[in-house]
């Protein structure tokens, strides 16, 4: 059962970082963690993704912690544009992603 | 490159009825898609396929049937509409397995069914 666990939601203020946790503490070594995220009437959007380095790309970076239990996924800079419910999903030997009920970020102006 | 389109984007049906959601993607990927969200709650599964000419069930499959007779597209259909069913339908793609490779989403479908 590839669950997650995360805040039901956060708020941050624009054009500052932001922060969001998931628990993922029975993840196997194999595991992938993605992240997507979901901007209002519109279709999932890939985010990142990583195995056990942290992860950097145009949108966001990915920290896992050393015992992969964890991870965190950091916006560099808020913007209104990045208000959106993220999901954090684990991979496991599936052929599919299992989205979860996720975070929504709020972004205060 | 259009990415991921979904057909219809709205779509009223009466209980009873059927109609076929239509999924094209021109990025060559092999594994394609289906799954339905409703109010308030993530994505569930119904069907995915890895390749032409192959589905497999996923989390919801029941009252849905799908096909993969092209590459590029893969149709889900209602063969009996329930109200149960009123969701927002999203397609996806992906290169190969996803535990490896983003997925690609469409727009979505809104179906009401009344």
């Known amino acids: 059962d590839a669950k997650t666990t995360q805040p039901n939601s956060m708020e941050s203020n624009e054009e500052e970082p932001v922060h969001l946790p998931c628990n993922h503490s029975t993840i196997s070594g194999t595991d992938y963690i993605h992240w997507y995220r979901q901007l209002p009437s519109q279709g999932p959007e890939y985010v990142i993704h990583?195995?056990?380095s942290n992860v950097n790309n145009r949108m966001a970076s990915l920290a896992i912690a050393e015992d992969r239990k964890s991870s965190t996924l950091i916006l560099h800079r808020a913007t209104l544009r990045d208000a959106a419910v993220y999901y954090c999903?684990?991979?496991?030997?599936?052929?599919?992603?299992?989205f979860g009920s996720g975070t929504q970020l709020t972004v205060l102006p | 490159n259009a990415g991921v389109t979904q057909t219809p984007k709205f779509r009223v049906l009466k209980t009873g009825q059927s109609m076929t959601l239509l999924c094209a993607q021109d990025m060559n990927h092999e594994y394609m898609y289906w799954y339905r969200q409703d109010p308030g709650m993530g994505l569930r599964l119904i069907h995915y396929s890895v390749g032409e000419g192959t589905t497999a069930k996923g989390e919801v499959p029941d009252g849905y049937n799908v096909s993969r007779l092209k590459k590029q597209n893969f149709l889900l259909g209602l063969e009996s509409a329930a109200p149960s069913q009123t969701s927002v339908y999203f397609c996806?793609?992906?290169?190969?397995?996803?535990?490896?490779?983003?997925?690609?989403f469409g727009p979505g479908t809104r179906l009401t069914v009344t």
């Open positions: 996806a793609s992906s290169l190969r397995h996803s535990s490896r490779y983003e997925q690609y």
């Open positions: 999903i684990r991979s496991g030997s599936a052929r599919q992603l299992t």
């Open positions: 990583g195995l056990t």
